[in-house]
């Protein structure tokens, strides 16, 4: 059975939401993934829908949302829906709303240099095998720095200071570049690269994204078992005649 995912794209133009949106579904699709692509945060409106769903992949820059959208995004992945995205497009959506940055675990707060700055994506060794395997490498693009969750794992960091700035008076510090939490029984995957669809299609962020979102989506798998280990543990087991015993 296909798993299902949700992209819902839009905001600032300059990150170049929709061909983004265009290489995450060819992602997604050559995992067996059934894909709907949204221009609308109205995709967010039905907590139904989003519950039936394995992976929400948000991709908005900035705007403003509405409180109840969040909720409903925030119950899905609290039962196991997978939240991943990159950049942006998801740690920089809604800076107004503390729920959606908490949640996804940190929030853009600048990018000393702007874009075109060469700077090196260092692979953290960490309790995940998630990027096992994969070496170290350059990029040239915005350096994310991010104001962050103390409760992520990080997986890959980044060494500021590269350029010059305010900054830089304080001592050397690798700032997360990719990074998993949880929320509920859901996973949530983030990766700060991705400026504009160049950048994503890099291979070794491609690969990234690809692991991160399939990690995501596993979520919904674990959060189906250990509910149906809760009914038999508590004596209700489900018999599908629309009762249970």
Not at 84 to 95: E, V, Y
Not at 140 to 156: G, I, M, N
Not at 171 to 184: C, E, H, I, L, N
């Amino acid at each position: 059975m296909k798993k299902s995912a949700l992209i819902v794209w839009g905001g600032w133009d300059g990150h170049e939401p929709e061909q983004v949106a265009d290489i995450f579904k060819s992602i997604l699709e050559e995992e067996n993934f059934q894909v709907e692509v949204s221009h609308s945060l109205d995709s967010y409106a039905d907590p139904e829908k989003l519950a039936s769903l394995d992976l929400i992949v948000p991709h908005w820059t900035m705007g403003d949302i509405e409180k109840k959208y969040v909720l409903h995004i925030s119950e899905a992945v609290m039962n196991g829906v997978g939240l991943a995205g990159c950049h942006g497009g998801m740690c920089d959506s809604f800076r107004n709303n503390v729920d959606w940055q908490f949640m996804t675990g940190g929030n853009w707060v600048a990018h000393p240099g702007n874009d075109g700055v060469e700077y090196m994506v260092n692979i953290k060794h960490s309790t995940s095998p998630l990027l096992e395997g994969l070496s170290d490498f350059k990029v040239v693009s915005e350096q994310y720095y991010l104001h962050f969750d103390p409760a992520v794992e990080v997986l890959a960091t980044t060494r500021f200071p590269v350029v010059d700035g305010p900054h830089a008076a304080n001592k050397a510090v690798d700032m997360p570049v990719v990074w998993t939490k949880k929320w509920g029984l859901g996973n949530v995957f983030y990766n700060s690269l991705g400026h504009q669809a160049n950048i994503v299609a890099m291979p070794e962020v491609t690969q990234i994204m690809r692991r991160g979102f399939l990690w995501a989506a596993s979520g919904k798998e674990r959060a189906q078992e250990l509910a149906q280990a809760n009914r038999f543990a508590t004596g209700k087991v489900y018999t599908g005649m629309g009762d249970s015993q």
